[in-house]
T-cell receptor
Framework: SQTIHQWPATLVQPVGSPLSLECTVE??????LYWYRQAAGRGLQLLFY??????ISSEVPQNLSASRPQDRQFILSSKKLLLSDSGFYLC???????????FGEGSWLTVV | AQKVTQAQTEISVVEKEDVTLDCVYE???????LFWYKQPPSGELVFLIR??????QNEISGRYSWNFQKSTSSFNFTITASQVVDSAVYFC?????????????????FGQGTILTVHP
């Protein structure tokens, strides 16, 4: 069966420090991958999506970037974190059109 | 542009009561998908249901049921005989169809969520 994992689960980082959140999907190939952020107020917003290795599309301008170095690996990064980057980050995947979209466990990021 | 509205910010019920969570959506797509997710205190999003725009049949899964009405652009979620374990934030979400390059599907637009508290 397919599973999705992301880590670290919790992260406290100072302003100006770098960030790397990793997401891995197992049990499937060529998934579509997504990074969402849930800021205070509970709304979820799509940040990036990828339909294949090296293919990244950004939905909103921001201080973050994403990369997909391998088929089932999706990384969210920042060179210098801002206070406004704090939030709950969720990775998601689906196997194509009409398939269910599943989310990882999430990563809590607090920028101090 | 797509939009999902969950007008109920918070709902509080006593165990065994029935509760309905409302979801109204806006889209220009003729083909689209609707979802409900549950977010318990642990934070992860738990998938509950996916419905495509061509299937207006209501669905029941145990104590959960969903009422999809295209005429009113609504996809409401009812929990029958609620339990304390149902306490969570519930999100309704909307996805477009598979577009060029297959990227529209999966780009979810979420409502703001409804906090459901079930008291014993």
């Amino acid at each position: 069966s397919q599973t999705i994992h992301q880590w670290p689960a919790t992260l406290v980082q100072p302003v100006g420090s770098p960030l790397s959140l990793e997401c891995t999907v197992e049990g499937t190939s060529n998934p579509n991958l997504y990074w969402y952020r849930q800021a205070a107020g509970r709304g979820l917003q799509l940040l990036f999506y990828s339909v294949g290795i090296g293919q990244i599309s950004s939905e909103v301008p921001q201080n973050l970037s994403a990369s997909r170095p391998q088929d089932r690996q999706f990384i969210l990064s920042s060179k210098k974190l801002l206070l406004s980057d704090s939030g709950f980050y969720l990775c998601a995947w689906n196997g194509g059109s009409g398939n269910t979209i599943y989310f990882g466990e999430g990563s809590w990021l607090t920028v101090v | 542009a797509q939009k999902v509205t969950q007008a109920q910010t918070e709902i509080s019920v006593v165990e065994k009561e029935d509760v309905t969570l409302d979801c109204v959506y806006e889209t220009r797509d003729t083909t689209y998908y609707l979802f409900w997710y549950k977010q318990p205190p642990s934070g992860e999003l738990v998938f509950l249901i996916r419905r495509n725009s061509f299937d207006e049949q209501n669905e029941i899964s145990g104590r959960y049921s969903w009422n999809f009405q295209k005429s009113t652009s609504s996809f409401n979620f009812t929990i029958t005989a609620s339990q304390v374990v149902d306490s969570a934030v519930y999100f309704c979400a909307l996805s477009g169809p598979r577009g060029a390059g297959g990227t529209s599907y999966g780009k979810l637009t979420f409502g703001q969520g409804t906090i459901l508290t079930v008291h014993p």
